[in-house]
Structures are given as structure tokens and as C-alpha cells.
């Protein structure tokens, strides 16, 4: 931990911690372009100029290729380092076309800024600018090469650390151009981390272009809810609508960088056909009423059937908050028919992973810093885009790949595949663990056998499964696999990709309880009358989909709470919107078991677009915003169950009710989260043991 | 692709990329037989380069681009690059590039009506020593002067055939 004084301040930093980082560590922002902390430094751009006195590394020097050694002297205000800097921005601005007025960029441009701090004002250059034709880059990015002050970010974002292969660097002195070989859609699905690192507005969102300044959006951190890894994003409103996303900083998940489908992805909040208002039996009511009506009618299917004819069913979209407030009113009328995920086998699934996952589990930055990941019945492009993300900085970091699967599949990084048919992949991980397997041919017996020895020698070795095609047997064996394969001194860590955002939060409060499957037969058999769907739709997410529709025509009472136009919110008795993510604060547990707050980042409303599509400021006015009707779901059940509406006081009495769930009282968004530890004192969660619906 | 490079240079190319551990290292040789059988380097070539190579399209673009006598665009039989350095400017070196211009009819970039001279500024040729200095093909030419440049590109002339 060397101390170092920058402008007569003191500072201790970690070792290997750059004297520009250290600088930052004193809140002393100099300029610079080309140094990024997923990137590392280059020294390229060489606008981070400081004076250092003393020592080996004396003189003027970039201050991103120095390390900060203990007794440093460095000063940021030297007037020879200050006219370097104001020299440098001049000459990298020689070319910049100063269409700052049209460009998406202002605002949050990071040339604009480091000009300014540069101390470049005037411009001296008459000469001729050099300028570039600019590429169809595809829907989503835009380019505009004129505004490129070739500080190579892109490029080592693109190529290196998302591993791209269509893009590139072309040409050379001041005619060097970032883009593609040719015009065409850029074929990373990590393409959108351009916008976010290009400096200045060479890549810009096409999906957001002139459509906002920065300044004017409403933004708040948030976590992207497409996949169960809980990325941090950034989502910016306006217009009562979202207009992008962008990728949060979480060093413990996704880093800095996000997929595509995160940053793009974001259509559900803004779709003029999403259900707005609440209804009972087909006409619109106030959500009061609604809620009214909904504990009535509950109440006379109890009254008529019992409490066990009514079934909830949760969901891995929906908030911790929301899903326990379904756990307790289920407990509040009797009934042990509660599911907190439509599909059986990705239930089972993530509670086994609850119960298993422990000191086994493994964070996505855990997976960067490995040196042998296995990934066995996955495909992290489609089920987990930013686990294939981190998996390819473990191998650029020297790390080794191994792939067993049926086929093989896309990664952003070389690896090895062991082809293994989807069901022999039990009993592959049976045999990595050192059982016997017969029905194995020898070829791959020999080749798990060397990846057994590969497992023993690695120093953090992770295996990370998808129980699409591992299923809840497979996800069972793997954690086995993992056991076996760890001792006290090396241990062996794991990595699941499950269902969504909130699956390991579902899997918490479902306990033993039945499984979704069950409550179908329930319905079937007529033990169930009512069924509750909490921001889910069985119709599509139940292992059977067709046999869920049938098995909802025959309820007496179906009741959907959701943001969706799915068949069971267009299709329920009593339909109760709620707001998305974006429109409500809330938490969700991550596939590691990480706890993360995400914020509110605008109130729900129809968006500017649809209710004034040619002009704006709108010539009507109301008193309400219209498309306002939907409620957070924790709202909604709060209300129904008499419980305060207050988000802080409903989770501090959460997490009074179970420890487990004790972080949830102070927890921040913005932060990287709680790893919870799993449930105290009760024995692992076991195959074939649920209470039978 | 028979008109990009022969047959026989295919597969050499592609027997020895199969052999090197780096087959990367063969980009500029390749894109120079291309160069010289079809007189540049048109997208094609780079494909062309970049499947015998085993290599990435972008990979072979970025090095194409990257040196100025790899020639992306249609060139005359025979490119002037005359030096635009300063060894070369000190010694009356913008004076003959005027003078180049006028007697052929180009600016820098263009090519005779006849195709058989392009015109090309470049970097150092490293011939400081004899400047002013310009290179036509891989000779290069030192110590010029107006009437010295006249009797090149007459020379030239007579052997492309024109």
C-alpha cells in the first residue's frame, strides 16, 4: 500500500493502483482519453501529463503508465505539465468538426469536458479539417467518424474486451478510421458498450438519436431484468417514456459494460398495447375498486371451496418485495398452494440453487479472475449474455474454457468443447466428479478424466450450468460435481443461470411448496378455483404453455397483476396493471444470491408519443397523466393487505420477519449488492420432496 | 478470382499459411502478389487474402489501409510517390512536386488520361541523404531535378509501352 503526496495531499493506495487513479482516489480529475479501468492504460493520448519529483520515474510523464510507489511526489499544477495538456487537447481537436449544437453526444460529452479542463478555448488551426465517410452501422449504432479524435477506446472495447470481429482500424496518420469493413450491422452482441465508451459522439444510440439532451432525462440507477445476472444500467425517461438505457458501474457484476439485449431491449414499458387500466370482469374500474373487488371475490372462493382452492403463483420478474408480500397474504388466507415460478423445472432449479449455492457461489467478476471455467448445458449468449462476457476475460487473462454440451456453441473467446448429448450430461458430471460411468463412451471418459485433473490443478476453477437443458437433476448433479471436485484449501466455486431477475429471491420464500405443475393439476382435479398471477403469465412461462391455457379457462376466479399484454392479463377476471421496473423502486436477488436495490426512474404514464404523436407541448390538458393507473405490484398487494405503502418501512418489516432477508432494511441502489447467505439451520433443499399441490 | 492472383501462387499461399503458427505474417506478402498480378488491391483481394490466410477480412483490411503502397483504389502502370518530408522540401523538393504535377496534368491522388502514372505525396523514404527524392515502383530515385524527373518519366513511359 505505497502513500504517495499528489499536490501536497496524501494518499495511500493499493499496489499497482496508477498514479492517474491515485490522483482520482483525491478527487484531482485530469484529463484523459485512452485510460479506462476495464481497459487499462495505454498511454496514448497523452493528455494525463503530470510532474513527478524524485524517484526513478522523474520529469513529466503520463501519469496512466506510472505506479504509484511509496514517497511519490507528483504535481498535477505544474505549469510545464498544465501547457503539455492545453497542447495536446489543441492538437486532438485540430480535426473535430464542433458540431456539438447537433450532436447526441453534448452533454455528456467527455471531449467537451477534458477541452474545457485542458485549457483549450481558442482554436488556432485554420487549416483544413479531414473528413470521413461514415458507415450504416445497423440499427442501434450510429457513426459519425468526423467527430473522432482516435483515442482507440472503441476499438479495445469492441475487439479486445468484447471480443468482437467485425470492426476494426483502418488507415494510418490523421486518416486513421474506426468502423467495419464494410457498411452492415455490427455482430457483437455487445456492441452498445461503443456508445458508452467512445469519449466524444463518433458512436452514438440510433435507437435514442435527437430525441433528448442528456440533461433533460430522468435517470436513476437501476438493474436490468432480462436474465438473471442483475446487471447495472442506467435507464434514461423522458416524455414519459424510456428512451435508452445505458450500462452501470457494478465492479462485483457486470463491471462496465452490458449486452445488447440489456441496452436495447427495453420495449415493454413504452408498448402502446401494454394494459394500463384495471379491470373487473372485462370493464375498467378505479384500482381501488379493483382491489376491493379482488379481496371479496377471493374471499367468497374461501368461503365456497376453503383456503386451499386458491393458488398464487410469483414470479422471477417480479420484485422481492411484491413476491414476499404474495408469500405472506398467502399465509394470511391459509393456503400452501404458492409457486414463485411458472415453470416447474426452472423452479426446482433455482431452489436447489438456493439451497446449494453457498460458499460455492461465484460472482461474474469472481469468473473474470478465474483460470478454468467449465460451462456445462449452457449457452451464456442466450441465457446470460455477460457471463460469455466474463468467461472472456478469464481466458485473456490466460484462463482455459471447456465447453460440455451437445453442441458446440457461440462464445466471444476460444474454447474447448466436449460433445456430451443432453441426457448423458448427468452422468458426464458424474464422471468429472470421479463416479463411475458406463454409459459413457471410453473417448469421453478419457477426456473428463484429463478435465478432472485440469479442475485439481486449477487455483480458482468455477462451473457454471444453465437449467434449461441441465435440468433440475443435472443442476443437482453439478453442485455435487462442485463438492466433490473442491477441497478445504482450493475450493471449487459455481455459477447458475437461471430463470430471471428474481428466480433465487422465488426460490427463497418457495421453500418446500409445490411446484407450479402441481397447482395445474389442482385445477384439473377441481381442488383449485382461484388462481393469483403475480407478473407472469402461465400461458407462456409454465413448462406446458397449452396445458396452462386449458387449465385457466376452467378457474372460477383468475387474477392478473401485470405490466403485460399477455393472455392471462388480457384473459383475467380482474386485471390489476402494475408498473415496470423502471417505474418503481424495488430489489431482486440475483442468480449468485446478490441482493440489488434498483430506483424509480419516472412515474408511469402513456407516452408523449402516443398521446400527442405530432406536437408537443400537448394541446389537451388533464389533471391526471393519462396511462397513470399502474401501481408498483408491492404497492398493490400492500394495499390489499393493509400494510403501509411506505417502500422503506415494508422492507424493514421484511427483513424483521426473516433474517435472511435482513440487508433488504438499508439497502441502497447503486451499491453492488448483498450476497444473502442461505436459509439458517434448514437441511438442503432435495429433490422429489415437494409438498404435493 | 483467377484474375486476382494465379493458381499456383493460391496455393502457395495457403500451403504455407497452413504451416506458420502466425499466419497473420504473410498479410503484406500476400496483399502485394495480389497488388502485382491484378495492379491493386480491389475488396475482393482483401477476401481473397483474408479466406487463404485463414485471417479476418478486417484484419487484412486494417493492414491494407494502413501502408500507403498497398494501392486500395485503381492506380496508374507505374505510381510516382514523391517525398513529403522535410530533408526532401529543403532541398527543392516542393518545387519538383509542382513540377510533376504541371508535366503530367495530375494533382496528388490522380492518374494520367493514358493510366500510366499515378501521383502519390509519402511519408520519408529515408533517402535524406539524396534528396529531393521520389520512388516509382521499388527503385528510387535521389538527388532530382526538373530536367532529371523529365528523363525518368520519358523512360518510364517507353518501358510500360505507351
Known amino acids: 500500500m505505497p502513500t504517495l503526496t499528489i499536490d501536497n495531499l496524501e494518499v495511500t493506495v493499493p499496489e499497482g493502483t496508477n498514479v492517474l487513479e491515485a490522483a482520482r482516489a483525491l478527487d484531482i480529475v485530469i484529463p484523459h482519453f485512452c485510460y479506462h479501468e476495464a481497459l487499462g492504460a495505454v498511454g496514448a493520448c497523452r493528455l494525463c501529463a503530470m510532474r513527478i519529483s ?65 485549457g483549450h478555448g481558442n482554436r488556432r488551426y485554420t487549416g483544413k479539417k479531414r ?81 433528448s439532451r442528456p440533461w433533460d432525462l430522468q435517470e436513476a440507477p437501476s438493474i436490468c431484468p432480462l436474465c438473471s445476472l442483475g446487471c447495472a444500467t442506467v435507464p434514461g425517461a423522458r416524455f414519459r417514456e424510456v428512451q435508452r438505457v445505458r450500462a452501470g458501474i457494478n465492479r462485483e457484476v457486470n463491471g462496465f459494460f452490458i449486452c445488447d439485449r440489456g441496452r436495447f431491449g427495453n420495449g415493454a414499458t413504452n408498448d402502446p398495447q401494454r394494459p394500463r387500466r384495471p379491470r373487473v370482469d372485462g370493464a375498467q374500474v378505479a384500482m381501488e375498486t379493483a382491489i376491493d373487488t379482488l379481496r371479496e371475490r377471493v374471499a367468497a372462493v374461501i368461503a365456497k371451496y376453503g383456503p386451499q382452492s386458491v393458488a398464487l403463483l410469483g414470479s422471477p420478474r417480479a420484485s422481492l418485495e411484491a413476491n414476499t408480500l404474495l408469500h405472506d397474504w ?114 469421453l471418459r478419457d477426456a473428463l478424466k484429463e478435465l478432472r485433473d485440469r479442475l485439481a490443478a486449477a487455483q480458482r476453477p468455477v462451473m457454471a450450468g444453465g437449467p434449461e437443458l441441465l435440468g433440475s437433476r ?57 388462481l393469483i398471477c403475480l407478473e407472469t403469465d402461465p400461458c407462456r412461462d409454465a413448462r406446458n404453455p397449452a396445458r396452462a391455457r386449458t387449465a385457466l379457462d376452467r378457474l372460477e376466479l383468475l387474477v392478473t397483476l401485470d405490466a403485460l399484454p399477455t393472455h392471462a392479463a388480457l384473459n383475467a377476471d380482474i386485471f390489476l396493471p402494475t408498473s415496470t421496473w423502471v417505474e418503481s423502486d424495488g430489489a431482486f436477488v440475483n442468480n449468485e444470491g446478490r441482493l440489488q436495490a434498483f430506483a424509480r426512474v419516472m412515474e408511469p404514464g402513456l407516452p408523449l408519443r402516443a398521446t400527442s404523436p405530432d406536437s408537443y407541448p400537448p394541446r389537451e390538458f388533464f389533471l391526471e397523466t393519462p396511462g397513470s393507473e399502474p401501481w408498483p405490484a408491492w404497492r398493490i398487494l400492500a394495499r390489499l393487505l393493509g400494510r403501509s405503502e411506505e417502500l422503506s418501512v415494508l422492507r424493514r418489516e421484511i427483513a424483521d420477519a426473516d433474517p435472511r432477508f435482513a440487508p433488504l432494511a438499508d439497502l441502497a441502489p447503486d451499491a453492488p449488492g448483498i450476497r444473502l447467505t442461505t436459509t439458517p439451520g434448514l437441511p438442503h433443499y432435495q429433490l422429489d420432496r415437494e409438498t404435493p399441490g | 478470382m483467377n484474375d486476382l492472383l494465379p493458381q499456383n501462387r493460391i496455393d502457395e499461399f495457403r500451403a504455407k499459411a497452413a504451416t506458420i503458427e502466425h499466419p497473420r505474417e504473410l498479410i503484406v506478402d500476400a496483399l502485394r502478389a495480389v497488388q502485382s498480378h491484378y495492379g491493386w488491391v480491389p475488396d475482393a483481394g482483401v477476401d481473397l487474402v483474408a479466406e487463404l490466410l485463414g485471417v479476418l477480412p478486417v484484419e487484412v483490411e486494417e493492414i491494407a489501409t494502413f501502408y500507403d503502397k498497398i494501392y486500395r483504389r485503381p492506380v496508374g502502370k507505374r505510381v510516382i510517390h514523391i517525398c513529403d518530408s522535410i530533408c526532401c522540401w529543403a532541398a527543392g523538393g516542393e518545387e519538383l512536386a509542382t513540377h510533376l504535377q504541371r508535366t503530367l496534368g495530375i494533382g496528388f491522388g490522380e492518374t494520367t488520361a493514358d493510366g500510366v502514372f499515378t501521383l502519390l505525396p509519402t511519408c520519408c523514404l529515408g533517402a535524406c541523404g539524396e534528396a529531393p527524392a521520389m520512388m516509382v515502383g521499388l527503385t528510387t530515385y535521389g538527388s532530382l531535378t526538373a530536367a532529371k524527373v523529365d528523363t525518368i518519366l520519358a523512360q518510364l513511359r517507353t518501358e510500360t509501352g505507351a
Request: some cysteine.
Open chain 1, 330 to 443: 398467502a399465509r394470511d388466507l391459509g393456503t400452501t398452494r404458492l409457486v414463485f415460478d411458472a415453470h416447474a423445472e426452472q423452479d426446482r432449479a433455482a431452489r436447489i440453487t438456493e439451497a446449494h449455492l453457498e460458499h460455492q457461489a461465484r460472482s461474474l467478476n469472481d469468473i473474470r479472475h478465474s483460470d478454468l471455467v467449465v460451462l456445462v448445458g449452457t449457452d451464456p449468449l442466450s441465457e446470460g449474455p455477460m457471463l460469455a462476457l466474463a468467461v472472456r476475460q478469464a481466458v485473456r487473462a490466460g484462463g482455459g474454457v471447456v465447453v460440455i454440451g451437445p453442441k458446440p456453441i457461440d462464445l466471444p473467446c476460444r474454447c474447448s468443447h466436449l460433445p456430451v448429448s443432453a441426457d448423458q450430461l448427468d452422468d458426464a458430471l458424474r464422471c468429472l466428479a470421479g463416479g463411475s460411468a458406463d454409459a459413457l463412451a471410453a473417448e
Open chain 1, 54 to 118: 524524485d524517484g526513478k520515474v522523474s520529469g513529466i510523464q503520463m501519469a496512466c503508465m506510472v505506479k504509484a510507489r511509496d514517497g511519490m511526489v507528483v504535481s498535477t499544477l505544474d505549469p510545464e505539465a498544465v501547457e503539455l495538456r492545453g497542447h495536446v487537447i489543441e492538437w486532438l481537436m485540430t480535426n473535430h468538426p464542433h458540431d456539438c449544437p447537433v450532436c447526441d453526444e453534448g452533454g455528456e460529452c467527455q471531449l467537451q469536458e477534458m477541452t474545457i479542463a485542458g
Open chain 1, 131 to 211: 473528413t470521413y465517410d461514415n458507415q450504416d452501422l445497423g440499427p442501434y449504432i450510429a457513426h459519425e467518424m468526423n467527430r473522432c479524435i482516435a483515442c482507440y477506446r472503441c476499438v479495445r472495447t469492441y475487439r479486445d474486451y468484447c471480443g468482437g470481429l467485425d470492426f476494426g482500424v483502418f488507415g494510418s496518420r490523421d486518416r486513421v478510421y474506426f468502423g467495419r469493413v464494410r457498411d452492415g450491422q455490427l455482430e457483437s452482441p455487445f456492441s452498445g458498450n461503443l456508445v458508452d465508451v467512445c469519449p466524444t459522439g463518433v458512436f452514438t444510440d440510433k435507437t435514442f438519436r435527437f430525441r
Open chain 1, 474 to 530: 443435472g443442476v443437482n448433479t453439478l453442485f455435487e460435481t462442485v463438492e466433490a471436485l473442491s477441497t478445504a484449501e482450493r475450493p471449487m466455486g459455481a455459477m447458475l443461470l437461471l430463470n430471471g431477475p428474481n428466480s433465487y429471491g422465488g426460490a427463497m420464500l418457495a421453500g418446500r411448496g409445490p411446484n407450479f405443475d402441481m397447482l395445474l393439476d389442482g385445477i384439473d382435479e377441481g381442488r383449485i378455483h382461484a
